[in-house]
């Protein structure tokens, strides 16, 4: 099983930028399908971004072409970089591994990104 520890949160200006990070310890990174999630003050949490271990990654469509999603399987990390941001980006923002085969799902603790001027 692995942990998550997220970082990089902060406060930007609109049309600003900002990396996230997620650092994972523990065995068998490539076995999850890794994602970052954010869950916006009185609403539901909503998926933003996912990778498998190949690279193959998925956006919802209100960041397609503004954020993009990577990861090091080396390093065990992933990460989300965030350009243009609005401010209805704001947001605490979660890191997330989704294992198939033995189904097992693990959250990090989260990180706030504000988009204000």
């Known amino acids: 099983q692995v942990q998550l520890v997220e970082s990089g949160g902060g406060l930007v200006q609109p049309g600003g930028s900002l990396r996230l990070s997620c650092a994972a310890s523990g065995s068998s990174f490539k076995a999850y399908v890794m994602g970052w999630y954010r869950q916006a003050p009185g609403k539901q949490r909503e998926l933003v971004a996912t990778?498998?271990?190949?690279?193959?990654?998925t956006y919802v469509d209100s960041v397609k072409g503004r954020f993009t999603i990577s990861r090091d399987n080396a390093k065990s990390t992933v990460h989300l970089q965030m350009n243009s941001l609005k401010p209805e980006d704001t947001a605490v923002y979660y890191c997330n591994a989704k294992r198939v085969l033995i189904p097992l799902e693990v959250w990090g603790q989260g990180t706030l990104v504000t988009v204000a001027s």
């Open positions: 990778i498998n271990s190949d690279g193959k990654t």
